[in-house]
């Protein structure tokens, strides 16, 4: 019997063999170790195989270790191998024992490097399924998963109390964690009261044991998507009759205020000959329920790419029922034709051309469609809201009784798409192309367009402050220039509706030659804020004016005022001052600028801690540069301007709180443990001289919390008690911290490692997500990027994932694992196998890698690609360079590659299913798999 739930991805692709099932589980397991992240969640696939059978055994697996463990473990290449260049791939004689035998257990080995990834030893989870079956026993029997869809999971269910078939709609642990329980159940409570014959309703909601979830009735039938992969094209009378059974739905929701954000042939289900739309609400529950979260920013946008609105695609929040009218149009269209209006290789690239590109007439390739319907369609799918049909219920009646107006409109939009282009439009194209492409990243990325946003979508609400010039003759003023503009930028943040770019970002174009409209769109802003300081006569002169982002003219706004030397405080206060007077003009609006919580009064403390703030970076300048030295000098005497700072005004906690970074930063560069432990008791009584202070200021708990969370990733304590102690509370002062000051990008970064390190994953993503959003040019931007790719990879968000791995090659093209990120994107179903590129990838990660990191990166490169080979069905080109990418103890302490390697053999279909097995589990027992820059192995059960 052919079903389908309301919205189920197929039951095919859910019936994995043994092989499949396993090939997956060891896949992500892999990429674990792989990545420098941790704590991820068990490989539940191979985990229900393992329960099928008393004869096996979980087998929990703890390894950690960092890249810069690997790097000092190194100390030179194997005898006979070459090290350091790209050729690591070096043939010697096999090692299968290693692979095969089961040895004895070697002992965990310790925690390394502040903030460096860590891996324990875990207990196994209950699987999803499990969990949802206890936690929803009283009620419904489930009995097994139907598909995944972008927001949530489908699960076939029996009703106890009615005895009928049901669908049970699971939330994503990840989405989930974002919206919270209470608003997003009584946001869906609206969806669940609509009542049509079109319409799948919702029988019941709630929360259980985590789980946000609904539940529709179990349809018999298919869904349009079923019938479109089937038939490709409907007749034209099938496809009026359900566009118009859609439209009917879609006017009595618009009628309700209910906007369904996701129509799509996956979410219109044929049941008796009768079109019913499924999912409707949700997405509306979701975005409504998500406001404040940021989701679409953040990566969960609401609607599938190819049917979605371009208003709706930007992320405004003014999308209503005709942004539905453009997806049913979108759906028409690929009934008629076959495909949507708009395809591409990436979500991107297919929300670009719902905002820039014609539709192509649906005539071109179906000649029979009539000139009302294809007018009605094209009218549908423009690109303003205005321009379509006012409701969907006038969609349809033009799709069946045309008029005069519906074919002028035809004729209009042929005579303005098909024009043949003149010569200069021709030799344009390729530029129109790249402007498609880039046009769909800023589509993505871009926030709520206001009233005010300018014709190049730059919104003058979006702004960067510059850091101000030292125009002094002895450039003896930049402390005082970079206080300056970092207490306007800390000023200006507190405006809610201001969005202003970190001093991290700024600060890539600290006395930068680029064209200042270049600066505004690579923050993406359209407002710049310039300045500088002068010394004239014993006293501070500074200016300040406004720039247009989208042009890069100054607005004419400018300002100049001069003060005492002793009087720089009241120079701070006056530039903010006027700095709001100017923004008020420019944007029409009253502008309130909170005052500081914890600020002086003192002109020497001020002073003083900007001296040791623009000390501090000359010693990460200086790192930069590899003089360790000189930088540790530059620590010490940052460290006496703050001294001399706190002692000028001891009731001010800034100067406290960054003495303590500077000591936790001292921490962080020591190579030995125990010269680290006075370091970070330094960094720790720094914060809690600063909470005596000033209780609960947020940057001394994130402080706190950060020294104690590196103070347990060091294992300085071998009391479990006390470890277990510092871990509570390092997460509790990071999660106050965060929620004191959602501004705190950094303290963002640390909980969503230790999330990791807990096994949180969802969490740490959302935690990651939060930290990139409120500053993407943090100095761990790669490290949280990268956490994200993981995150997602290991939550089996493959699309996800690919978002991630792009925007970190878009943003760090030379970070080789940004390169890794695509070759590992190849061992999933996200992308194909593609052997040339694979090895290209191998190319460019041996030329990015750092020298000291080469040998084993280039031997861990080429297992991945020997995966790819495996996965792509070249058996023996597999076994060949999986042999070469083998490496010694010496170079592979704690086996890495060694998991890489079973789990590539795993992935070939040619050898004994029983044999790659049992490497596994031998590479398990041993201990040996886990890779040198760490992750979490919690459970892997290993069929026989």
Not at 278 to 292: H, L, P
Not at 510 to 520: E, G, I
Request: proline share 5%.
């Amino acid at each position: 019997m052919a079903a389908s739930s309301a919205c189920r991805a197929g039951e095919g692709e859910k019936r994995e063999s043994a092989s499949r099932r396993w090939l997956r589980a060891t896949m992500s397991l892999c990429v674990r170790r792989a990545l420098c992240h941790t704590a991820m969640r068990s490989a539940r696939p191979a985990m229900a195989m393992a329960r099928k059978t008393t004869a096996n055994k979980r087998l929990m697996l703890g390894v950690r270790s960092t890249r810069q463990d690997r790097a000092r473990n190194l100390g030179g290449a194997p005898a006979g191998r070459r090290a350091g260049s790209g050729a690591g791939l070096v043939m010697r004689p096999p090692i299968t024992r290693e692979l095969e035998a089961v040895g004895q257990e070697r002992p965990l080995p310790a925690r390394w490097r502040a903030l460096g990834p860590r891996c324990i030893l875990r207990r196994p989870v209950p699987e999803p399924l499990d969990s949802l079956r206890d936690a929803l026993a009283d009620r419904y029997t489930v009995e097994r998963e139907l598909g995944r869809g972008g927001m949530a999971t489908v699960f076939l269910a029996e009703d106890r109390k009615h005895g009928r078939p049901v669908a049970i709609k699971v939330l994503h642990s990840e989405l989930a964690a974002a919206l919270g329980a209470e608003r997003f159940l009584r946001e869906i409570e609206i969806a669940a009261r609509l009542q049509h014959p079109h319409i799948l309703p919702l029988y019941d909601s709630g929360s259980a044991a985590g789980f946000l979830y609904y539940v529709m009735p179990y349809v018999e039938g298919e869904s349009l998507r079923d019938r479109l992969t089937r038939e490709k094209q409907l007749s034209l009378e099938d496809t009026l009759r359900v566009a118009n059974e859609v439209a009917g739905a879609l006017a009595y929701a618009h009628s309700h205020a209910v906007v369904h954000r996701d129509i799509k042939p996956e979410n219109i289900m044929l049941s008796g000959g009768t079109a019913v739309v499924a999912d409707f609400g949700i997405a509306r529950a979701v975005t409504a329920a998500g406001e404040g979260h940021h989701l679409t920013q953040t990566g969960t946008l609401i609607g599938t790419p190819a049917y979605m609105s371009p208003e709706q695609a930007s992320g405004s929040g003014e999308v209503d029922g005709r942004s539905d009218e453009y997806s049913l149009a979108c759906v028409v269209y690929e009934m008629l034709v076959g495909e949507p209006p708009f395809t591409g290789p990436t979500a991107q690239a297919i929300i670009a051309r719902h905002s820039l590109d014609l539709v192509s007439p649906p005539s071109i390739v179906r000649a029979s469609i009539p000139d009302a319907v294809e007018g009605a369609i094209l009218r549908a799918l423009s690109k303003v809201p205005a321009d379509r049909y006012p409701t969907t219920a006038l969609f349809a009646e033009a799709l069946n009784r045309p008029s005069a107006a519906t074919g002028a409109y035809r004729r209009a939009t042929l005579e303005r798409g098909l024009k043949r282009p003149s010569s200069v439009v021709w030799r344009l194209l390729p530029v129109a192309a790249v402007v498609a492409v880039l046009g769909g990243y800023f589509v993505i990325r871009s926030a709520r367009a206001g009233r005010g946003v300018a014709t190049s979508g730059l919104d003058p609400k979006h702004i960067a402050v510059l850091y101000f010039d030292d125009l002094s003759r002895d450039h003896s003023l930049g402390y005082l220039a970079d206080g300056l503009t970092e207490a306007l930028i800390d000023a200006l943040r507190q405006v809610p509706t201001l969005t202003v770019a970190s001093k991290n970002g700024v600060g890539l174009y600290r006395s930068s030659a680029v064209r200042l409209d270049s600066v505004a769109r690579a923050l993406n802003v359209g407002t710049i804020v310039a300045g500088s300081v002068d010394g004239v006569g014993g006293r501070y002169r500074v200016s300040v004016n406004l720039i247009d982002g989208a042009s890069g003219a100054d607005l004419g706004k400018r300002a100049s005022f001069e003060q005492p030397i002793g009087a720089v405080l009241a120079i701070r206060d006056s530039l903010t001052r006027r700095a709001v007077e100017f923004l008020r003009v420019r944007l029409g609006e009253e502008l309130r600028v909170r005052e500081e919580r914890a600020g002086t009064q003192s002109v020497a403390a001020w002073s003083l801690v900007q001296q040791g703030e623009r000390t501090r970076k000359d010693a990460e300048a200086r790192l930069q540069k590899d003089e360790v030295d000189a930088a540790f000098a530059a620590f010490a005497r940052a460290d006496s301007l703050l001294a001399l700072a706190e002692a000028a005004d001891p009731a001010w906690v800034e100067p406290i709180v960054q003495r303590g970074w500077i000591a936790h930063r001292r921490a962080r560069l020591t190579s030995d443990r125990k010269r680290a432990a006075p370091w970070l008791d330094l960094a720790l009584g720094h914060a809690e001289r600063a909470l005596r202070l000033s209780p609960g200021y947020p940057r001394a708990l994130e402080l706190r919390g950060t020294a104690r969370y590196t103070e347990w990733l060091l294992e300085l304590s071998a009391d479990p008690a006390t470890q277990a102690t510092l871990l509570t509370g390092a997460r509790q002062d990071l999660e106050a911290a965060t929620q004191a000051d959602p501004s705190l990008a950094g303290a963002f970064s640390t909980l969503s490692h230790l999330y990791y390190q807990t096994e949180d994953v969802a969490a740490a993503v959302l935690a990651a997500r939060k930290a990139y959003e409120e500053d993407a040019y943090l100095t761990v931007a790669t490290d949280v990027l990268w956490r994200l790719f993981i995150g997602s990879y290991d939550l089996e968000q493959f699309g996800q994932a690919t978002r991630w791995c792009q925007e970190g090659v878009a943003r760090f093209p030379r970070y080789y694992r940004f390169a890794e990120c695509r070759l590992w994107l190849m061992t999933t179903d996200a992308a194909q196998p593609d052997v040339g590129e694979a090895w290209r990838l191998y190319a460019e990660i041996d030329t990015a890698t750092p020298a000291p990191a080469k040998p084993f990166e280039m031997h861990r490169a080429g297992m991945i690609v020997g995966a790819i080979l495996a996965r792509a069905g070249l058996a023996d080109s597999a076994r060949h360079v999986l042999f070469a990418a083998r490496a010694a103890a010496r170079l592979d302490p704690q086996r890495d590659l060694v998991a890489l390697e079973a789990f590539a053999r795993i992935g070939s279909s040619s050898w004994n299913a029983k044999r790659r097995r049992g490497t596994v589990s031998a590479a398990f027992a041993q201990r040996r798999c886990c890779d040198a820059t760490g992750s979490v192995v919690r459970a892997v059960g290993v069929a026989p």
